[in-house]
């Protein structure tokens, strides 16, 4: 499974989203960044939120966004 499949996972499996710690602890990859963007590419719609840590650091989390179907 690649890297990109992994993260796509990882998103589908966690609603309340993912950041780059996530991933490299989870899927190994370094560049979260470049796979959200290769997913984003191939038509997912995936949010970014920045978050500030308790010791003021901010990071971005990443949500995946299900379409809404209309009934």
Same mark, same amino acid.
């Given at each position: 499974?690649?890297?990109?499949?992994? /993260?796509?996972?990882? =998103? %589908?499996? %966690?609603? $309340?989203?993912?950041?780059? /710690? $996530?991933? =490299? @602890?989870?899927?190994?990859?370094?560049?979260? !960044? !470049?796979?959200?963007?290769?997913?984003? !590419?191939?038509? *997912? *719609? /995936?949010?970014? !939120?920045?978050?500030?840590?308790? @010791?003021?650091? %901010? /990071?971005?989390?990443?949500? =995946?966004?299900?379409?809404?179907?209309? %009934?």
């Amino acid at each position: 499974m690649s890297q990109t499949q992994a /993260i796509y996972r990882l =998103l %589908r499996d %966690r609603p $309340d989203g993912i950041t780059a /710690i $996530d991933a =490299l @602890n989870e899927c190994g990859s370094f560049r979260l !960044a !470049a796979r959200i963007s290769d997913l984003r !590419a191939s038509g *997912h *719609h /995936i949010e970014a !939120a920045m978050v500030t840590l308790p @010791n003021g650091k %901010r /990071i971005a989390r990443y949500v =995946l966004v299900e379409p809404t179907l209309w %009934r």
